[in-house]
Nanobody, 122 residues
Framework: EVHLEESGGGLVQPGGSLTLSCAAS????????MSWVRQAPGKGPEWIAS????????VYRDSVKGRFTISRDNAEEMLYLKMNNLQSDDTAVYYC???????????????WGQGTPVTVSS
């Protein structure tokens, strides 16, 4: 059974930084591409970034490119999202997810963690 647990969210001022972590268990993490998905209040889920199982290939949605970095540690079965220059539009609950994503689809909901909230406000 896929189990994902996010941490690291919180309140940050505009322009600030946060690093989210996701601990994975219950599946073969090192052979699974992973993604981060977010959901803002009153909006649908939004794919943010995906990383290949090897960690050597990443892809981002345009609005976070250059500000966010997805990474992974296969030995520790951990996924990360480093977020810089956060803006109010980044306010959302952030989920790690097992599988790839894109502008048109996200991994199945049962492959997500419980989420960690990020609030960007002064």
């Amino acid at each position: 059974e896929v189990h994902l647990e996010e941490s690291g969210g919180g309140l940050v001022q505009p322009g600030g930084s946060l690093t989210l972590s996701c601990a994975a268990s219950g599946f073969s993490f090192s052979t699974q591409s992973m993604s981060w998905v977010r959901q803002a209040p009153g909006k649908g889920p939004e794919w943010i970034a995906s990383i290949h199982m090897s960690g050597e290939s990443t892809v981002y949605r345009d609005s976070v490119k250059g500000r966010f970095t997805i990474s992974r540690d296969n030995a520790e079965e951990m996924l990360y999202l480093k977020m810089n220059n956060l803006q109010s539009d980044d306010t959302a609950v952030y989920y790690c997810a097992a599988g790839t994503g894109s502008y048109t689809f996200t991994p199945p909901r049962n492959y997500w963690g419980q989420g960690t909230p990020v609030t960007v406000s002064s």
